[in-house]
């Protein structure tokens, strides 16, 4: 059971470039979450997603699109990079919104670079 | 605006002296309080639910407790091995959206032998 997977773990970019991060979570979740974290901020929602075929808007969404064609993958992508994007991206799912299990499960990060 | 603040930023303990990090929030409508921790390089491990005042959870040397306004984590007797920085994170409820989860920038604990 890997649990969150995500992939690349590093990344350097030039600015303008773009890409695209993966997520993969194998405990058939309903909820998936991408996060950025930066020093000092704490953990900032981008975008989630609460089923297959759905995406939404978090905090701080500009800048970055998303797609969750299939229940187990959650994309990031960004299309234009800019150096603001440097930061450590974190992705997360969660099975349900009852009272139970919500807690969310997250990845291993990827460290993003955008020089 | 919802808000969720923790204190210490960084905290320094002996081995063996116990002590408590706080999580301060001002959301409306609170679904849920939850613990992480973090250690360097990897993603949040999970600790901790809360979901009303009075409520208390453990586990080995951490204690959770939540008020109306505030939780805490209450380590007894640190080891070395408790150092990570914890996080806090608050499920609020908008509506019918409850999936707005607001995280503290955390407290990073630092245990010496």
């Keep these: 059971n890997a649990g969150v997977t995500q992939t690349p773990k590093f990344r350097v970019l030039k600015t303008g470039q773009s890409m695209t991060l993966l997520c993969a979570q194998d405990m058939n979740h309903e909820y998936m979450y991408w996060y950025r974290q930066d020093p ?3 953990l900032r929602l981008i ?3 609460v089923g297959e075929g759905t995406t939404a808007k978090g905090e701080v969404p500009d800048g970055y699109n998303v797609s969750r064609l299939k229940k187990q993958n959650f994309l990031l992508g960004l299309e234009s990079a800019a150096p603001s994007q440097t930061s450590v991206y974190f992705c997360a799912s969660r099975l349900t919104q009852g009272e139970g299990n919500t807690e969310a499960f997250f990845g291993q990060g990827t460290r993003l670079t955008v020089v | 605006e919802d808000q969720v603040t923790q204190s210490p930023e960084a905290l320094r303990l002996q081995e063996g002296e116990s ?3 706080n999580c301060s929030y001002t959301v409306s409508g609170l679904r849920g ?3 992480y921790r973090q250690d360097p390089g990897k993603g949040p491990e999970f600790l901790f639910t809360l979901y009303s ?3 208390e959870k453990e586990k080995e040397r951490l204690k ?3 008020t109306k ?3 805490f984590l209450h380590i007894t007797a640190p080891k070395p091995e408790d150092s990570a920085t914890y996080l806090c994170a608050v499920q609020a409820e908008e509506g019918n959206n409850f999936n707005k989860f607001y995280f503290g920038s955390g407290t990073k604990l630092n ?3």
Excluded: D, Q, R
Aim: charged content about 15%.
């Design chain 2, 53 to 55: 005042a009075g409520e």
């Design chain 2, 64 to 66: 959770a407790t939540l």
């Design chain 2, 69 to 71: 306004k505030e939780s």
């Design chain 2, 19 to 21: 002590s408590s990090l």
């Design chain 1, 47 to 49: 975008h989630y997603s």
């Design chain 2, 111 to 113: 245990v010496k032998p």
């Design chain 2, 33 to 35: 309080l939850f613990w």
């Design chain 1, 40 to 42: 000092g901020m704490g």
